[in-house]
């Protein structure tokens, strides 16, 4: 009885819904979704990993990669606020759903070949 | 006739989490009611062991996947009483911020839930519309819609601007009002009423020796709100605690639709006192000693026992969260109720059983 105003509202109004797929709504500005990071500025000291609370990143200093578990990535972005030279940011979407589970892997290149490569 | 002994969950229509209680009937007449938890049980009170104190922030907000807010919040609160820690006075307005539109997104879920309990599934995506609002405001203030990863030891990670203080507070206009269209129909309905008005009625000298928290207490008319003792910035609000005095089912669902609009108008209020200033000081320090640390959640008390050693790990993490308070209260209320009723009577504790087993 009382919800015959709501359900005429709602018969007259356009949906509460969107049609996903074909309809997206813009993320906002400041969400925190994926993270990347910008290896050329890494300094590989390693404080991502140590605050880190779900233990997702590794830092290899020998090797010089930065290895990041998606799956285990729990979107605090910890690591970006810690980061001392901020080359960590997220994005501001999720990342894409993967059939199979892969950790991200980046290498440094050495700065004497990337140098020459850039002149 | 004989006693049966009935099994009610831990999987069952009703509960989006697994509690299981042992029903013993008598011509459909619940006689006693016998609770076994245990079933999402992970450890992360032990995580302490591993996790530094400041990684637990973020374990203890998974705690909960509704109030998750608080949760860090209470922790916090902790640890910078254990390390003597000022938390700047906008810091303190902001953690007060969100907590509210927590509260405000937790008892519009309930109100959903509740009614999607007794079978009104067209109420439960009238609620369930709006609280879509709230989400979108912790979005887009904190970054994540839920578990918002926003305190941290000395204040908070994140600042409200002006653009988005007016943005949330004409979102709240419309949550107010769109909610108070849905106010007849869920408080003055005959159908609802059936289902609310007289059921489960649990005293209030009941309430008080069985330790009922949070709406549930309030609503059997003692006014306890730990908000009151002053944590963040509640001391500068003014707010009175929402008491009904009936103990049922009605008067629970009453306390809750009416503390949507006490936060939002808590809101307000904080926006119109919002000071300028830091976000967070530097802790300096380890957590050495120990500390009891109280938070009113959506669902009631939420209780933190720390306890430190000069390490960066602590000693001891204990949290008491206020489901587990509100399981004898519960067990008071289900012996004499219908059978038809379990569900209904399950729900208005707001059981968290994620929170419970921790």
Known sequence: ?????TILKNLLTKYATRLYPFQK????KHSKGELKIVMEKCILCGVCQMRCPSQCITVDKQAKTWKVDPFACVYCGVCVDACPVKCLYQESLYRTPLAEKDMVVHVQQPKEAAEPAAT | MAKTVLPFGPQHPVLPEPLHLTLAIEDEIVKEAIPKLGYVHRGLEKLAEIRDHNQMIYIVERVCGICSCMHALCYCQGIEALMGLDVPARAKYLRTIWAEMHRIHSHLLWLGLFADAFGFESLFMQFWRIRERVMDLQEETAGNRVILSVNQVGGVRRDITAESAQWILDTLKLVEKETLQLKSTILDDATVKLRTVGKGVLTK???YELGAAGPTLRASGIAQDIRQTGYAAYSELDFAPVVETDGDCYARTVVRFKEIF???DLLRQAFAKLPEGELAVKPKGLPTGEVVSRV????GEVLYYLRGS???FLERVRIRTPTFANIPPLLDMLPGC??????????TIDPCISCTER
């Open chain 1, 25 to 28: 709504r813009e993320p906002f």
């Open chain 2, 205 to 207: 000298e009941k309430a």
């Open chain 1, 1 to 5: 009885m009382f919800m015959t105003k």
């Open chain 2, 338 to 347: 219908d059978l038809a009723d379990v569900p209904v009577l399950i729900l």
């Open chain 2, 296 to 299: 009113e959640q959506p669902r």
């Open chain 2, 310 to 312: 000069g390490k960066k």
């Open chain 2, 262 to 264: 006490q936060a939002i």
